[in-house]
């Protein structure tokens, strides 16, 4: 981590005077409501102990990012003695690593503000009258027009008399121009329109300079926010902001829509993305992926294979296409089933006809030999004689995954559905079995984990994919397919019909005893899959 | 704002009737505020484009010289962008001063100059890498195009 440590610095520093930020300082296991665990059980307390795999991290507001950045400009500006604006022009050249900042501007401050862009003498062309000649820059000199005499600028040093801005041509009074310190006067009009164009048409804010050519100072906060509109200058305001996030390698905005919170976290930097998934929770209750910004959770796979996934499948949109249909036909009777549910064990109408909804195959192979529909038949491939029945293999090998993977993104998408088909029978329950509404939740809790275990699952054959095959992937799929067959067959339990009370005590139990087991198994697959990073246990058929 | 670069292009043109142009730069056509057309060819013996005159074209919004205007060399059946590896056969210019090192003290003349200057110290007749695959997709107006500034000084 001594790459970030210069950061880390200043990023953590007020985080020990901070009470109400104390309670985000938890581990993934249980971020959700640390207060009512504090309520109901204090047992809970002592936080659990803190996988290896998992990242602390915490939940900003903007204002919050706002004194972050204050505090370190007054501290610059104390220790170099420099006014605040300078300190924030120094700090934002150097990226917010002040160490760098204060070893460089003690070194030579003359260079470091010049190089920030604050020196006077920055500027070639501050004392000519001449177009643009920029001798300062070696790769543009050959580019750049020799001394010109069409437009002769008055010279700042003699502020008598009317001013005739170099830029509109029009004459004014000196109290309606306005130069930095590096002497180019223009007209305070010129200065706004060119000022709002920067900030509302180009998105700058940081590193907007002299309008003069050449001219590498720096335009200071409170000269923009003293010309510019409040419309302007809060949107500077916010590109500043937006700039400091996207710099500091340990925050990142929230992804989720209307959502203005920050995460931060420093134990997620790129170099360790090739061993961790740094999933976390915002304010917001939306999980996001601090390594890649991903707006929900992608474990158990690394950001960069998520990336290389999500490109392939684009790449392969129309196959894709075909595939994400969302209705087949009953491969014994051919009428056509659609999938409304979050079930792979479908029944057809018609004949009856019970099956798989993945592989199409009749669902008693499932139910008594083991669950084959996770791992892809490499052998059928082995056999391929010419390239094109290779390349048909392969592409056969990546619909097999994408296939699965595409059914549980599909089934995630009827999640309202399937919580509110959920309720209407704990309702039921309430009325028919004479139930209280706390025992009924049995079932939304169920229903809780089978959505959590398929967001799993539906990552898992995007890893599959990109698994090299050997012994340890092997038991990386075994892990797969118990998994997928616990949310099986807690999926089908959620879709029985209840009939009487007897049924529904026997359901609940059956239910309530089956989510346990998916979330054990969950947890299975999840704790082995991320430990195997660290442990360096995966074999990638593409460099992570 | 609209006044904005009425004013200042009318002083150019005064500056320009009254002064002249740089020797190699004539002002062929300035018909209205909104579009000017210059003549460039390059002086000297030295150089390869000796004997050949090319137009650009400047098309001003009404933010100039706050914004950089449109700057293209003609293609048409009497005038051929030059032969130049930052100048596309469609006559876009890849050139900084155009881009993110544009003034708003900078004029038409100057970028005239620039461009004269920038075909001087050419001595390779060649297209840009990639010329053919950029003029298929390349937006009817270059300030559409991100251009990447690797080296001003060929
Ligand atoms: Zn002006
Ligand atoms: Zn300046
Ligand atoms: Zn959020
Ligand atoms: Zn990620």
């Known amino acids: 981590m001594s790459s970030d440590g210069d950061n880390d610095d200043f990023l953590y520093e007020d985080e020990y005077d901070d009470g109400f930020d104390q309670d985000e300082e938890i581990d993934i296991d249980s971020t959700s409501e640390p207060d009512v665990y504090d309520a109901m059980s204090p047992a809970i307390e002592e936080a659990p102990q803190k996988k290896p795999y998992d990242v602390s991290w915490k939940v900003k507001t903007l204002q919050e990012i706002i004194d972050m950045q204050n505090k370190e400009i007054s501290k610059v500006q104390a220790l170099l003695e420099v006014p605040s604006s300078s300190a924030a022009i120094l700090l934002r050249h150097y990226v917010w690593n002040s160490e760098k900042l204060q070893e460089q501007f003690w070194n030579d401050p003359s260079q470091a503000l010049e190089e920030a862009g604050l020196s006077p003498s920055s500027s070639p062309t501050a004392r000519t009258t001449a177009l643009p000649p920029s001798p300062t820059k070696r790769s543009n000199r050959s580019l750049r027009p020799g001394p010109s005499s069409l437009l002769k600028r008055t010279r700042s040093t003699q502020p008598t008399g009317p001013f005739e801005c170099p830029i509109c041509c029009m004459e004014y009074d000196y109290s309606s121009t306005y130069s930095m310190g590096c002497d180019h006067r223009f007209c305070k009009d010129c200065w706004i329109e060119y000022l709002s164009g920067k900030i509302k048409g180009e998105g700058e804010s940081a590193k907007i300079q002299c309008m003069e050519s050449g001219c590498k100072r720096i335009v200071r906060e409170e000269v923009i926010d003293d010309l510019v509109t409040k419309d302007i200058s809060k949107r500077y305001h916010n590109l500043l902001n937006a700039a400091f996030v996207a710099d500091s390698p340990t925050l990142r905005w929230c992804p989720h829509p209307n959502c203005e919170y920050i995460i931060e976290c420093s134990q997620a930097p790129t170099r360790m993305l090739n061993q961790l998934v740094p999933t976390v929770e915002c304010k917001c209750g939306n999980d996001l992926c601090f390594g890649c910004g991903y707006a929900a959770s992608h474990r158990p796979v690394l950001c960069r294979i998520v990336r290389l996934w999500e490109k392939k499948c684009a790449d392969d949109s129309e196959t894709a296409n075909w595939l994400q249909a969302n209705t087949k036909e009953c491969s014994k009777c051919q009428s056509t089933i659609e999938k409304n549910g979050g079930c792979n064990h479908m029944t057809c109408k018609k004949c009856k006809y019970e099956f798989c909804w993945v592989c199409m195959g009749p669902w008693s192979e499932h139910g008594t030999s083991w669950y084959q529909c996770n791992r892809y038949d490499e052998k059928s491939g082995i056999d391929a004689r010419d390239t094109q029945a290779k390349s048909r293999a392969s592409l056969e090998r990546y619909l097999h995954y994408f296939n699965r993977w595409a059914n549980h993104e599909h089934s995630a998408k009827l999640d309202a559905e399937f919580y509110q088909k959920t309720e209407k029978k704990m309702e039921q329950m309430q009325n028919s079995g004479n139930l209280s509404w706390i025992e009924v939740q049995f079932a939304k809790q169920a229903v809780d984990a089978v959505i959590k275990a398929r967001i799993t699952l539906k990552w898992s054959y995007c890893m599959a994919f990109y698994l090299k095959r050997n012994n340890m992937t092997e038991l990386f799929e075994d892990n797969q397919r118990d998994l997928e067959r616990a949310v099986e067959n807690l999926g089908y339990l959620l879709e029985q019909n209840i009939s009487d009370t007897d049924s529904i005590a026997k359901l609940r139990q059956d239910i309530t005893n089956q989510a346990a087991y998916v979330q054990k198994r969950h947890d299975i697959l999840m704790d082995d899959t991320l430990r195997g990073y660290l442990e360096r246990r995966w074999e990638f058929t593409v460099d992570t | ?154």
């Open chain 2, 1 to 154: 704002m609209s006044g904005l670069s009425t004013k200042r292009l009318m002083k150019e043109l005064a500056d320009i009737q009254s002064k002249g142009t740089p020797e190699g730069i004539i002002l062929l056509s300035a018909d209205s505020m909104e579009e000017w057309v210059f003549l460039i060819s390059v002086l000297g013996e030295e150089t390869i484009y000796k004997g050949e005159t090319f137009a650009l074209r400047m098309k001003f919004g009404n933010r100039y010289p706050i914004d950089v205007p449109e700057v293209t060399f003609l293609a048409n059946e009497q005038y051929q962008p030059p032969l130049h590896p930052h100048v596309y056969s469609n006559g876009h210019i890849c050139a900084s001063i155009l881009g993110n090192e544009w003034s708003p003290v900078l004029n038409a003349v100057a970028i005239c100059i620039t461009m004269q200057s920038m075909l001087a110290s050419n001595k390779k007749k060649e297209r840009p890498e990639g010329n053919d695959r950029y003029v298929r997709t390349a937006p009817s107006n270059p300030k559409l195009t991100r251009w990447h500034y690797d080296d001003d000084t060929v």
